[in-house]
């Protein structure tokens, strides 16, 4: 039986992303490989996660990515009704890394949200990574892909 190390009390706490939710996010961006795909992630009272894919409205998607207006607000409005929070703003990266860009951190609205992003530009492997977006810059956050 293995030993659980102790958390270092200026740690932050991991993320921990459901399996299925990480799959939903490689796929969609898979399916759209050369445009930034993007939309939120919900979290309910029980903790379980949905995911809500929003039209990537950006007058150049394939580099940026804008979320369709009308579909976020209506997402928004679905979360509230079924009871639950925004947890996250998810978007990928076709042509670069999952670190975020310089219009990534000047266009977050939510800084209250986890940001995930996907990236297509790692060859063979996607990468996945969590950051948090505040008044200090970007910090990763360490991202843990559970089994639920």
């Not at 459901?18 to 050369?34: C, F, G, N, T, W």
């Not at 042509?95 to 310089?102: I, K, M, N, Q, V």
Request: proline share 7%.
């Amino acid at each position: 039986m293995g030993t659980q190390r102790e958390a270092d009390p200026g740690e932050t706490p991991a993320i921990v992303l459901p399996r299925r939710i990480a799959i939903q996010l490689m796929h969609q961006a898979q399916k759209q490989p050369d445009q930034e795909v993007c939309g939120l992630i919900a979290e309910g009272g029980g903790g379980e996660k949905r995911i809500y894919p929003i039209r990537n409205a950006a007058a150049a998607p394939e580099r940026a990515f804008e979320m369709d207006a009308e579909a976020l607000v209506a997402a928004h409005r679905r979360m509230r009704e079924a009871g639950q929070q925004l947890w996250a703003i998810y978007h990928s990266h076709p042509h670069g890394d999952a670190t975020p860009s310089t219009a990534d951190l000047r266009e977050s609205g939510h800084p209250e949200a986890i940001q995930i992003i996907v990236s297509l530009d790692i060859r063979g492997v996607l990468q996945l990574r969590a950051w948090r977006f505040g008044d200090d810059g970007p910090r990763e956050q360490r991202l843990i892909v559970s089994d639920e």
